[in-house]
Nanobody, 118 residues
């Protein structure tokens, strides 16, 4: 059973930065970040495969960067130029097969809150 443990959320003013981390107890080919605002559907933010291929949602391109350290079984999400609309619970996800921003990941973390004030 893969367990995902997120950290790094917090509160920041618009224009600021945060770095999220997610540790996986077992390696999986694809690691990704999603976010969800209460009352809205979960949204794919970024994904990275084990070969380093990345995918980003249009809303975060140029502002967020996903990376992974395979030796540490950890995926990172660097959030720069944050906007109030980035406020959400951010979830780490892992899967051996899918590596798109669809919702079809098998393993999910508990989430870490990101709040951006104007």
């Amino acid at each position: 059973q893969v367990r995902l443990v997120e950290s790094g959320g917090g509160s920041v003013q618009a224009g600021g930065s945060l770095r999220l981390s997610c540790y996986a107890t077992y390696a999986r080919r694809c690691l990704a970040w999603f976010r969800q605002v209460p009352g809205q559907e979960r949204e794919g933010v970024a994904a990275v495969s084990s070969d380093g291929t990345t995918t980003y949602a249009d809303s975060v391109k140029g502002r967020f960067t996903i990376s992974r350290d395979n030796a540490k079984r950890t995926v990172y999400l660097q959030l720069d130029y944050l906007k109030p609309e980035d406020t959400a619970m951010y979830y780490c996800a892992a899967d051996e097969f899918t590596c798109s921003l669809s919702d079809n990941f098998y393993y999910w973390g508990q989430g870490t809150q990101v709040t951006v004030s104007s």
